[in-house]
């Protein structure tokens, strides 16, 4: 069953690489599977004690590939900072619906607002502190398309299919133009598709909804789609949040492979675990409105009226 709804206010999306945590499922795990684990590139020290004290960075994250994180601060430069094992990473209270303050290196999503405090190591900085600021999700969600590491990521994957690399390469380009420093978007539907406790497989039912939202969207001029992920509130932060992770890889997964969805049309994707929940987690009939995908299709302002 899908619910189509154009509203706009309860709609928190926080657009992102969905990098699966490494930890395991336990209270809702119910299907075998590996998590991606988080890439880590050469070896970062484990204990930034003694280290001489590298710049402190105010901005926003611009782009990630694996341990290494691009800090874009006021007047647009750049910084690329390492995160290693001896990174804290903590919110201001509230962040995501946290009721922890520390999180892992997961949460770095592109968009969002950081304050870095760095070491210099080897040559290079690495990350001592990071601070997320927690008042700015609809903005990093918004300009998550617009980060260099989201068209990296689209230019590497159609460069492996050569007869088609002149035409996406096209609408790769003319996306960057229309929505580079654009950070929203309209709400033209939502379709909301429902998991079993513990489970990120697509129902029949749920495929027929997911290839219709596309057939939808499809006819929408320049359109895109945004999946979100969410669980009910059984379990913890870290098992819900995985667990949402792979619930919104899986509708991209088949949004792409068989509703045949372009690409360079999907927005990253991302888990919110347990937050922002459609009904009350107190009841059975809740939590099962609770643990769904949604998938938002969105055009910019910039270009709904062309």
Same mark, same amino acid.
């Given at each position: ?92 209270? &509230? ?88 950070? /929203? ?12 406790? &513990? ?101 910019? /302002? ?5």
């Amino acid at each position: 069953m899908s619910v189509i709804s154009t509203r706009q206010g309860a709609l928190f999306l926080l657009a992102a690489l969905a990098v699966p945590a490494t930890g395991g499922l336990s209270a809702q795990q119910n299907e075998s599977a590996t998590a991606d684990n988080i890439n880590v590139y050469g070896s970062l020290p484990t204990d930034l004690s003694g280290l001489p004290e590298g710049p402190d960075l105010d901005g926003f994250i611009s782009a990630r590939n694996g341990n290494r994180v691009q800090i874009t601060v006021a007047g647009g430069t750049k910084t690329v900072v390492n995160v290693g094992p001896a990174t804290e990473i903590r919110t201001s209270g &509230g962040f995501l619906g946290l009721s922890r303050e520390k999180l892992t290196s997961s949460s770095l999503m592109n968009g969002l607002p950081v304050s870095v405090e760095t070491v210099q190591w080897e040559g290079g900085l690495v990350a001592s502190r990071i601070a997320l600021k927690g008042k700015d999700l609809k903005t990093a969600a918004m300009i998550r398309n617009a980060t260099d590491q989201r068209f990296g990521e689209n230019e590497a994957a159609i460069s492996e299919n050569q007869t088609a690399i002149a035409e996406n390469v096209a609408a790769t380009e003319a996306l960057r133009g229309r929505m580079g420093d654009i950070d /929203k978007y309209n709400i033209k539907g939502t379709t909301n598709v429902y998991f079993d406790t &513990g489970k990120w497989n697509l129902s029949p039912a749920a495929q027929r909804d997911l290839c219709d939202a596309a057939a939808n969207a499809k006819s929408i001029d320049n359109a895109l789609l945004l999946v979100v992920g969410y669980t009910d509130s059984t379990g913890s932060y870290e098992v819900n949040q995985t667990l949402s992770e792979r619930r919104a890889g899986r509708v991209v997964n088949f949004l792409q492979q068989e509703c045949k969805w372009e690409p360079w049309r999907m927005l990253s994707p991302t888990g919110m675990a347990a937050s922002d929940p459609l009904a009350d987690n107190s009841t059975r009939e809740g939590k099962a409105q609770n643990r769904r995908v949604s998938v938002n299709i969105l055009v910019s /302002k910039s270009v709904d009226d062309i």
